[in-house]
């Protein structure tokens, strides 16, 4: 590990989860078929002009709220204006001077340890179109042109790809949470930009700043800072720091190393200023605190819940809450009144096991919580075993039917007293030299006679009142 | 065609004209016309009767100016970038004027996307004026101002980012009007600064611009500045009422004592104006001259070029021959962008956007564009203080009558007056404004303007109105004038 | 704040992607002198700077956020139809190397 401290912000591009774009009637949906999301304004046609979709807007009003900003009395909106071939208007609607969002401040974790993350600001603005690369030829699709997306942009305040990847987590949970955004890296939903910079641990003045643009995996994020701490360290060390420029990298994967793609002089002046298209919008204190009542407990608040409230390990708690769905499910059986050991026992092992092994969403799994519920009911009647409740899950689960179906009588559980009493006392006076042992001391012959037991019922007799039953007869 | 729309309506509802008859006529003088003074880019010698209904502007033909986008129709913002330009949906000004049966004719000449004031830099040519072919018309809107001078139909679409409506008209001898920002939705007209664009019309008659005026407005969900104005009927609001009106001038523009060498023109313009004021007061409108700082009048022109060229390097940065428009060569993309816009852009244009560029860079905004944002504001809430104890600011157009085309060199120099650009205040505030048609100085037409406050728009058209009535120049035709 | 040069005129030009004639540049040199000249006026108005720059033509806008309700997309005929090359359903260009944004 480098001797200095690294100093890392982040910006953070998601899109959003709408029906149509941010400021075109568009649709706002993944499409196979090229050009065939468009609305006049995404290509630019002379004479269109911009709308701003209120969804949007309050999503974004929503998310600024989640990182504790402070939102700006009126709402408006910035050009971008820089020319490049997937952008047709030669501007990017964007928000510069009032973002939805500034001076927000959250706390995250990171290897178990609560960290506080200072935000700069987080704003809505436009996406660009698609590119697709040929031998010699670009071919551009403006589907993508005008979708939504979130910007989010940390102060320096991050030190390690750790705490960075796990910020990163961190809000693509509370995207998901608040309903938002699908946050699916894989489908290109959220991008990053990085930067990095070294300095002595006791030094109080930044090093020089490396920016890492446009980084498409939260993996390639954490590669692209350690590279970059690596490189800049290594250069500090050798007395070459001033080859550290103040510039804009990009990480290549395959390499695994960042390249240098403009140097600080070379930056764009993007000439904002704002647009006079779309007027200045006075946010309603009353559609705040609409927004506001709407945002659910987030990850780590209910984490914090689940354990305080509910009694579940730091492990168990930080499974469910890991995806929105897995915590609704266990809410749902809360409130079904399984018990919440019991629920989180099910959910963390039988069921996550079964959706990451059969790679479905939660959402679309067979075994609904009421579902669930039936089998749980009948342990607890004790009228099957855990394993057989066990079996019984998988079979559901493979067969899309009811539990119930699969419970015969044939499978009850013995639980009445008296006939496992008979039972009990035929085993212990067949058993009488081990029934002297126990006595004198050998405690743990007490699960032979256990063993003895089901082995006589076939594994119907239930265990706890079996237990019940021999304590009673053996310490007599 | 030389008639007013409601002449021209009681005509074919009594048959003793119909719809086709008007639009043969129009499309036959706009080739005269074309031939003369070279005011069209597209004649539609297609275009078709309409079924003649209550509405007054069934049946009659009209001019598009080029800016507007026409489905179907080519539309070129009279630029090269966009010389074949076929756009696929129609502004929503224009679909209102469809939907209530008027037939467009032709599509007019301007100054390439709107961006000059002579008529002279459109891709197809010079625009002269009808009234002396030596002459311009002034601009943008040239194609237009001429046409409905020339009498080819007694309307045309105009779009007025400084004075684009007012100025052309005061030079053609017709009237120029655009209703408060907003009132006429901007969907479909190609943008020069978007936050001072308007859409507004050139008519030959106070009452023809109410009627054409009362169908193109309304609000639409397609821009987001337009707003309801359902509850205004500018036609039916006309009724000479002005007695006890208050207006006010502007003395530092128009006492022939704030100018040390003053023309002959300057002379008589002012003069004339004077004579418009006498005419005010027999109607009964009370008149005050009053003060503004002349600083700020000073800062006007500098002022309306910063705002104007900054916004319009945006607004024009589609303009690029990737999607639309004829693509440029080059061995890359951005070389043939490159190449699209040298070719495409005309220079006044080019040197526009560079100096747009140079002030909205970072470190020249504050300067620069804010402080040309700050001044608007004064200009604006000044006039706004007038409009609490006047009607309207009634001003002269320009410092006289329209400019030779030899001379004309569309450059802003050191001696521009505020007296010719003070119209832009109403683009500044989105005031309402309108010039009507006020005499003639060597023959040749001169024009007074009246802009008033926001929403205020029937106020505004029935003073102009009621003065119309009271001068000989309603609905005149240009006749041009022997010179030698 | 940078002089305006000859030099800085061409380098805007080309970050416009519009090339300038030598004539062409000089008057851009000449019209900006002018503006240059009334606008440093300005920065001697009295408390100019207290002033809230006017971004937009009223201040008075009253307006509806759009409802979050999509269109169907344009026919891919009219999308394209004034395109100079297409490929499908796409637009073509030469192949784009590097990247902006």
Redesign the interface.
Known sequence: MSKYKAVIGLEMHCELK???KVFS????SYNE????????VD?AFPGTLP???????RDALMMSMVLNCKQPEYM?FDRKN??????PKGY?ITQMDAPVGIDGHIEIECNGKRIPIDIHDIHLEED?AS????????????NRAGVPLLELVTEPCLHSAEEAVAFLEHMRSAYKYCDVSEADTKKGQIRCDVNVSIMEPDATEFGTRVEI??INSFGNVYDAINYEIKRQSELKMQGRYDEVEQETR?FDEESGTTIR?RSKVDAIDYKY??D?NL???KIDKKWLEEIKKEIPLLALERKDKYMQELDLSDYDAGVIVKEREYAEYFEECLDLGIDAKTASNWLTTQILGEINREEVNLKDFYLTPVLLKQIIDEIKNGTISSKQAKEIFYKAVEEKKEPKSFISSDMAQISNKEELEKVIISILEENQSQVEAYKNGKDNLFDYFVGQVMKNTRGKANPVVTKEILKEKLDK | MDKTIEELHEMLKNGSVSSQELVNEAIKKSHEIQEKYNAFVTILDDAKETKVTDNLLSGIPFGIKDNYSTKDILSTGSSNTLK???P?YTATAVQNLLDAGAIPVNKTVLDEFGMGGTGTTGHTGIVKNPWDSTRMTAGSSAGSACAVAAGVYPYALGSDTGDSIRKPAAFCGIVGYKPT??MISRYGLFPFAS??DHCGVLTRSVADAAIVTDTMKGID?HD??S??SSDIHLYESLNREVKGKKLCYIKELCDIESYENPTDELKLHLENFKKSLEICSSLGIEIEAVSVDK?LL??L???Y??ISCAEA?SNMSNL????????GE?????E???DH??KG?S?LI??R???G??IL?K??QE????????????L?DTWKKLFETYDAVILPVGSGPAKHLDGSKD????DTAALEEHLQIG????FPSITIPSGFINKLPVALNITGN?YDDANILNIAYAMESKMPYKNQIAKEVNHE | ??K?TSE??DD??????????HE?NE??L???A??????????D?EN??N????????D????????????E????D????????T???????????????
């Open positions: 709408s029906n149509s009637s568009g649709r706002n078929t090229p050009n065939d999301n468009i609305a006049a290509m709308v701003v979709n209120k969804k949007c807007v408006y820089y020319y490049y071939p997937d952008l990017q660009a590119l697709d690369h040929y031998y010699d030829t670009s071919c551009i699709d403006y643009k446009n990009r793609m200023f704002v006079p007027p200045k919008f | 074949d330009y076929v696929f920002y907003g936050s001072l969900e987001m500045t707003w309801d600083k000073d800062a022109p500098s002022v070029v910063a390097t690029t021959g990737i999607i639309f428009g004829p693509r080059g061995k890359n993309v951005m043939m962008m490159m816009r040298t852009f220079p080019k040197r956007f560079v100096i560029s140079y860079q470190e020249n300067r620069y564009f804010k402080n040309a944002q700050r001044v608007r504001r004064l604006v450059i802003l120099t050191k683009n500044f505030g989105g926001c | 704040m940078s305006f800085l005129v805007l030009a080309a970050k416009l992607l519009i090339g300038l004639s062409e008057m851009v000449d019209e900006f002018i503006i240059d000249e009334n606008l440093s006026k300005v920065e108005f100019i700077k002033i809230e720059p006017m971004t937009h033509c009223l008075d806008f009253t307006f509806t956020l759009r409802e979050d309700v999509a269109s997309s344009i026919p891919i009219e999308a394209l139809k004034n395109c100079g090359k490929e499908g359903r796409e637009v073509e260009v030469p192949k784009v190397v590097g990247g902006e944004n």
